[in-house]
């Protein structure tokens, strides 16, 4: 159960009610934790206090949750950085959601760093960067940031169930809690549960969620899985499963973004299999998912090999070319290399890393 101190939600309540424009603010490739969050958020506080509130994002959320986002409602600061920084210039309030620093927000970050109004933090990520906020709601006792939320939002006067929310709030915080746990296959905590109950007593229609997440995606999508079953993934003796998809893949099977959400997590259904890895070309960055079962650190993974970071047993990062990589063609050979030296380091007892 999180806790934190009567007197943080009591000046987060008098932040919220005295700010009149409030921005939120959500990670780069934003995902359904942080999209669920920040529209739960918005509803309740223009609600709760008439506030002006609108979603700043680095760049586009994938179509794939259209369902749970108000087109209207977010501002795409690929698309209209001027729009993006006046926006927040003129903001009394931010609150950064379902990332734990500035350098997750890409070109927003220097806008945000510099600016001087109040600054809340809510997330459920390690190591939160504590000197950038005013005020921090930090958890990783959590299933998700919408979860974090959800607690915070019971302290707040006038909030005793899920039933004194926004209808939308409630919505929206089940379906980005649904996402991060993988439909309630990851990171599942009794309080979990305890919020899902008092949504779903509240009238959340989990079956349009479900349907929503994962009985809507296009046949190219199942194709693509296919193609990762039988030709790119690679299972090493070590306990290590990966795969890439490189530009070419990418293309044969016209994906786009978000349609390989989850593909991470299909090799680890394999026994023997500790880490699971997907890599995906972008340009000339190959983003990396890592899953791991439990005792074996994926995050520590991301932050030693692949410039990244997350949670324990979901992390990610990316490798860049050159830096990283001579080239495209050097992915798997450097995939395999860094992996057998992360098992081989990770094997010595805990004395001898020091
Ligand atoms: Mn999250």
Same mark, same amino acid.
């Given at each position: 159960m999180v806790r934190f101190s009567r007197k943080s939600y009591s000046t987060l309540h008098e932040w919220f009610s005295s700010a009149g424009t409030v921005s939120l603010v959500v990670h780069a490739r934003p995902d359904g934790d942080a999209m669920g969050s920040a529209s739960a958020l918005a509803g309740y506080l223009r609600k709760a206090f008439g506030s002006d509130v609108l979603i700043l994002a680095p760049d586009a959320y994938p179509s794939t949750l259209d369902f749970m986002v108000t087109p209207s409602d977010v501002i795409d600061a690929s698309s209209d950085m001027d729009l993006a920084a006046g926006r927040i210039a003129g903001s009394d309030l931010i609150?950064?959601?379902? $990332?734990? +620093? *500035?350098?997750?927000?890409? @070109?927003? #970050?220097r $806008?945000?760093?510099?600016?001087?109004?109040?600054?809340?933090?809510?997330? $459920? $990520?390690? @190591?939160? +960067?504590? =000197? @950038?906020?005013?005020l921090v709601f930090s958890s990783v006792d959590v299933s998700s940031t919408c979860e974090l939320l959800y607690h915070i939002l019971m302290?707040?006067?006038g909030v005793r169930r899920a039933s004194d929310l926004p209808q939308r709030s409630a919505f929206c915080?089940?379906?980005?809690?649904?996402? +991060?746990?993988?439909?309630f296959a990851n990171s599942v905590f009794p309080s979990t549960l305890s919020m899902a109950? +008092?949504?779903? =007593? &509240?009238?959340?229609?989990?079956?349009?969620?479900?349907?929503?997440?994962y009985s809507s995606y296009r046949e190219n999508r199942l194709r693509a899985m296919g193609s990762l079953l039988l030709e790119r993934m690679h299972v090493s003796g070590n306990g290590v499963a990966y795969a890439v998809f490189d530009r070419q893949t990418i293309a044969r099977f016209g994906l786009q973004?978000? #349609?390989?959400?989850? *593909?991470?997590?299909?090799?680890?259904s394999m026994s023997g299999v500790r880490f699971s890895l997907f890599l995906k070309e972008d340009g000339d960055v190959f983003r990396v998912s890592?899953?791991?079962?439990?005792? *074996? @650190? &994926?995050?520590?993974? =991301?932050?030693?090999y692949f410039n990244g970071g997350g949670h324990e047993n979901? =992390?990610?990062?990316?490798l860049r070319i050159p830096d990283d990589l001579p080239s495209a063609d050097d992915v798997e050979a450097y995939v395999e290399s860094v992996t057998a030296r992360f098992l081989q380091d990770e094997a010595l007892p805990q004395t001898e890393q020091k």
């Open positions: 609150v950064s959601l379902d $990332h734990g +620093d *500035f350098s997750r927000t890409d @070109s927003l #970050e $806008h945000l760093a510099g600016a001087r109004c109040r600054k809340v933090l809510i997330d $459920h $990520h390690q @190591s939160p +960067d504590l =000197a @950038s906020y005013g302290r707040m006067p915080l089940m379906a980005g809690m649904t996402t +991060d746990t993988n439909n109950a +008092d949504l779903l =007593a &509240a009238g959340v229609d989990r079956n349009l969620i479900l349907d929503r997440l973004d978000g #349609e390989t959400e989850g *593909f991470v997590n299909i090799p680890l890592i899953r791991s079962k439990k005792g *074996f @650190s &994926a995050s520590r993974m =991301a932050r030693r979901a =992390a990610g990062g990316r």
